[in-house]
T-cell receptor, first 112, second 112 residues
Framework: KQEVTQIPAALSVPEGENLVLNCSFT??????LQWFRQDPGKGLTSLLL?????REQTSGRLNASLDKSSGRSTLYIAASQPGDSATYLC???????????FGKGITLSVRP | DTAVSQTPKYLVTQMGNDKSIKCEQN?????MYWYKQDSKKFLKIMFS???????INETVPNRFSPKSPDKAHLNLHINSLELGDSAVYFC???????????FGPGTRLLVL
């Protein structure tokens, strides 16, 4: 059974800092790994999807990496801004049961 | 031009009632999902439909019955609502297989 862990649960940084959000998963037989953003009281917004054959994906100030063998993914946010404050969730798509398994998320607060 | 929409956005009801939540996607996707996000913000899949056929049913009580009249719609009917059903319910869609999932804004259900 796939388990996805995100530690720490919350993070507070000053504006402008580069930061890394970590995600680990127990079953390396994944098709892809997805990072989402959730703002308070809102739905999820897809940020990046990394296929199992890829090592990283980039979108603007965001870069996500994937190391299947070690069961880890990271989301790198460059030059953080207060508008980046949100909960970031990672989710592993496991082909065996064709579903996304989510971590509990990291709540990020970027202080002006 | 909303991609995935849900109605209603908020639902407050008494224990024992029956209620429905509707979901529509205009992305032309083949697969639709229902997720539940509990009070601890943990997001778990409930159901998945591909081309109107049920492919995932994650040990959800049979009081919950999804219905997919066509590829663009997946509704969730809940019978005999219980206090523990209070949560945020998200609909999502994707292309068939492990594609990126796009989420609706959520329906906040409160059972009194």
């Amino acid at each position: 059974k796939q388990e996805v862990t995100q530690i720490p649960a919350a993070l507070s940084v000053p504006e402008g800092e580069n930061l890394v959000l970590n995600c680990s998963f127990t079953d390396s037989a994944i098709y892809n790994l997805q990072w989402f953003r959730q703002d308070p009281g809102k739905g999820l917004t897809s940020l990046l999807l990394i296929q199992s054959s890829q090592r990283e994906q980039t979108s603007g100030r965001l870069n996500a990496s994937l190391d299947k063998s070690s069961g880890r993914s990271t989301l790198y946010i460059a030059a953080s801004q207060p508008g980046d404050s949100a909960t970031y969730l990672c989710a592993a798509y496991t082909g065996a049961n064709s579903k996304l398994t989510f971590g509990k998320g990291i709540t990020l607060s970027v202080r002006p | 031009d909303t991609a995935v929409s849900q109605t209603p956005k908020y639902l407050v009801t008494q224990m024992g009632n029956d209620k429905s939540i509707k979901c529509e996607q205009n992305l032309g996707h083949d697969t639709m999902y229902w997720y539940k996000q509990d009070s601890k913000k943990f997001l778990k899949i409930m159901f998945s439909y591909n081309n109107k056929e049920l492919i995932i049913n994650e040990t959800v009580p049979n009081r919950f019955s999804p219905k997919s009249p066509d590829k663009a719609h997946l509704n969730l009917h809940i019978n005999s609502l219980e206090l523990g059903d209070s949560a945020v319910y998200f609909c999502a869609s994707s292309q068939a297989g492990p594609g990126a999932q796009y989420f609706g804004p959520g329906t906040r259900l409160l059972v009194l």
